[in-house]
């Protein structure tokens, strides 16, 4: 049973870990298709976990009590609307005026997180913002559920399931759909391929490229936002930290396709919570039964924490020479340069 | 035509340097604080005693260092955001090397190899990013984000099994100190005497370096034209996968560099960090801001000291309005690159055309 019960723990944390990164991962996806390279995840999250948390705390002051699930559903929209502006400049500036997409994009990390912090001092006279559970005006936000939990020596074990993450999982599968069965995922492909046959078969480039990086900027601000919603509860620096350059490993890995997505995103998961979890499974100096276990427990969790970097540096290698990517990638598109 | 390219090249760096004080101030302005706290910040934090000069001139050291690293590889055409990371193995070998070399090893001679293991494994690191683009064809930039978060988890472990308290600062050899007592006797002001140290003499020699490999040596031309047009590079003749490579050891030399610098040039050694430093990452904005040009870099190392150290000034106002500021500066200059080719392509033209 304990052993159920620490897998139940560790598939938590993994979704916990991973959901953000599906959820960035899946942005960049529509952004990187249409051949356009999004470095400003990063900050697009970030700018969708500070949104949101401000438009909850904000909002709280003047719904009733029993409106937790009003906080939920605006902070998740406002969230994705903050970072989709920051798509909207991402898109201006290497669409329209053909900046290298990865300043663009630099920029972008550089600027949502110092305004993020400096709106939140402003605020709150602190850089962390207060916390979107316990507030004052006494809503609770729905989180998450516990659909099996058990109890084995005063040690309680539960699967924990978090509504963002069902939300998340939702929009994979609708991208999936999109980009399989329907008229605009295959203009998106067009697009990233080759943007002087799309134009000549009347897709216009612009508006095709314009909404793929929209939509990424909305998913990467929600995917910042689960991280508020699933571990941090509040907006501070260390909130995103990595997530989105993480995504965008993500998204190599799995391919550039939504199922591939998922996959990566889960190996980063549970690394991730192996990572966490492993000195409490396996404490050091324990009296350990043989001497394997003892080797184990002696693990350094620096392992586990690079694990997936290096997994995602090998795969690059190994798949590079049939390469997935578009071929537009990262090439401004100019109308006259046919 | 020269001297009118370096001085649009010049104005706009200016004008961007303007602007994103401006956008600065409004926005302390809009959210009702002194709009002039920044300007006074930079002064005083920068020149009110030379104590703060002297430390202004230690804070721009690496940055002098990792913005050259990133100029370097953008002339190639390569995006080294990697820098970060190197820098961290910089840091890392210097220690290492300063505290395994025989006690009897010579001061001089201690802190000499430390820096070199410093710029050796830097470039090493990033000649392994070089290698991977060069040979698979994989974006540097990604990589590299990899190897960022690879060198900064394996250095804090690292770290913390050099002690046994995780956590706490590991010193080096002291021998390895690379400090300028009499540098810093020049710039003491009361009491409080400046981390003066030879790292300053180091990366200006290296400015000087940058400015001779693009302007004096064929080297220099064949990776300007990789990173102008890699296809007709290649079909002059030129191995731009060599080329990759060697710009992305070099670039990582600096970058390793700096860290060494940074870590011998400071008393007390270094302690795990649970983020990056934010020295390699600066060094994209300076190289930017300075056009790639060495002197540029030089003088956008100088301001980004003086606004880095400037925040310890404006305790009234949240410092991330330094960052603020910081990014709009990368975006002006970056849109006025943009600009600045198309009125030089103009400029060209219309030249030719009055030829003919």
Not at chain 1, 81 to 91: D, K, N, V
Not at chain 1, 132 to 154: E, H, M, R
Not at chain 2, 67 to 85: K, P, V
Request: proline fraction near 3%; charge should be positive.
């Amino acid at each position: 049973m304990v052993i159920i019960g620490n897998l139940l723990i560790i598939l938590s944390f993994a979704l916990i870990y991973a959901t953000p990164l599906f959820a960035a991962a899946l942005g960049g996806l529509y952004s990187e298709k249409s051949g356009v390279v999004n470095i400003g995840l990063e900050g697009m999250m970030t700018f969708g976990a500070f949104s949101g948390t401000v438009t909850v705390l904000l909002l709280n002051q003047f719904v009733g009590v029993s409106s937790g699930w009003i906080l939920f559903v605006s902070g998740i929209i406002v969230a994705a609307l903050g970072g989709a502006l920051w798509a909207l400049l991402h898109g201006y500036a290497s669409i329209k005026l053909g900046i290298d997409q990865v300043i663009s994009g630099t920029v972008i990390n550089i600027l949502t997180l110092a305004i993020g912090l400096y709106l939140t001092t402003i605020l709150w006279a602190t850089k962390d913002s207060p916390s979107i559970l316990n507030l004052s005006g006494g809503a609770n936000i729905p989180i998450k559920f516990d659909p099996i939990s058990f109890t084995v020596n005063n040690s309680v074990y539960s699967l924990s399931i978090y509504y963002v993450s069902i939300l998340i999982l939702l929009i994979a599968a609708l991208t999936w759909y999109v980009f399989k069965y329907t008229k605009f995922g295959a203009h998106i492909s067009a697009v990233g391929e080759n943007p002087s046959a799309a134009d000549a078969m009347g897709i216009n480039v612009y508006k095709v490229r314009y909404t793929a990086v929209i939509i990424s900027g909305m998913l990467a601000g929600l995917g910042g936002f689960s991280v508020v919603l699933m571990t941090s509860a509040k907006f501070a620096a260390y909130v995103i930290a990595g997530k989105g350059f993480v995504s965008l490993a993500v998204l190599i890995f799995g391919r550039y396709n939504a199922v591939g997505i998922l996959g990566a995103g889960l190996l980063f998961g549970f690394t991730s919570a192996l990572g966490r979890i492993w000195p409490t499974l396996l404490p050091v100096g324990k009296d350990y039964s043989n001497e394997f276990l003892v080797f184990l427990s002696q693990i350094n969790t620096v392992w586990f924490l690079i694990l997936p970097y290096i997994v995602t540096v090998i795969t690059l290698i190994l798949f590079s020479r049939k390469s997935v990517s578009p071929s537009a990638l990262g090439k401004p598109y100019q109308k006259e340069q046919r | 035509m020269q001297n009118n390219k370096a001085l649009r090249k010049l104005l706009i760096s200016l004008l961007s340097v303007l602007i994103g004080l401006l956008v600065g101030s409004i926005i302390l302005f809009a959210t009702g604080n002194n709009p002039l706290v920044v300007m006074t910040g930079i002064i005083k934090g920068t020149f009110s005693n030379s104590y703060k000069t002297g430390e202004w001139i230690v804070y721009m050291t690496p940055l002098i260092l990792t913005g050259l690293s990133i100029g370097f590889a953008m002339r190639t055409g390569l995006f080294n955001i990697g820098a970060e990371g190197q820098f961290i193995v910089g840091t890392i070998a210097a220690l290492i090397t300063a505290n395994t070399l025989p006690a009897s090893t010579p001061a001089f001679l201690i802190a000499t190899l430390s820096l070199l293991a410093a710029a050796g494994f830097g470039a090493l690191y990033a000649g392994i990013v070089g290698l991977i683009k060069a040979k698979f064809g994989v974006h540097e930039v990604v990589i590299s984000i990899m190897f960022n978060y690879i060198a900064l988890e394996v250095s804090n472990a690292l770290l913390n099994t050099m002690t046994s308290t995780p956590g706490t600062a590991i010193a080096y050899n002291t021998n390895a100190s690379i400090s300028f007592p009499q540098l810093a006797q020049l710039f003491t002001f009361q009491s409080a005497v400046p981390r003066m140290n030879y790292g300053i003499v180091i990366a200006l020699v290296c400015v000087v370096l940058y400015w001779f490999v693009f302007e004096k040596t064929i080297f220099g031309f064949e990776i300007k034209a990789v990173g102008f047009n890699p296809f007709a590079a290649k079909s002059a003749g030129i191995n731009t996968n060599q080329k990759i490579v060697t710009t992305m050891l070099i670039a990582g030399a600096f970058a390793g560099l700096a860290g060494g610098i940074y870590l011998l040039g400071m008393p007390g050694g270094i302690s795990p960090a649970s983020s990056f430093r934010n020295y390699g990452f600066d060094g994209i904005a300076i190289a930017l801001l300075g056009q790639l040009q060495p002197v540029g870099i030089l003088f956008s190392s100088m301001l980004f000291s003086m606004l880095r150290g400037g925040v310890k000034e404006m305790t009234t106002v949240p410092s991330e309005i330094i960052d603020i500021i910081i990014g709009i500066v990368i975006l002006c200059s970056s849109i006025g690159m943009i600009f600045e080719e198309k009125i030089g392509n103009f400029f060209t033209k219309s030249a030719k055309e009055g030829d003919e």
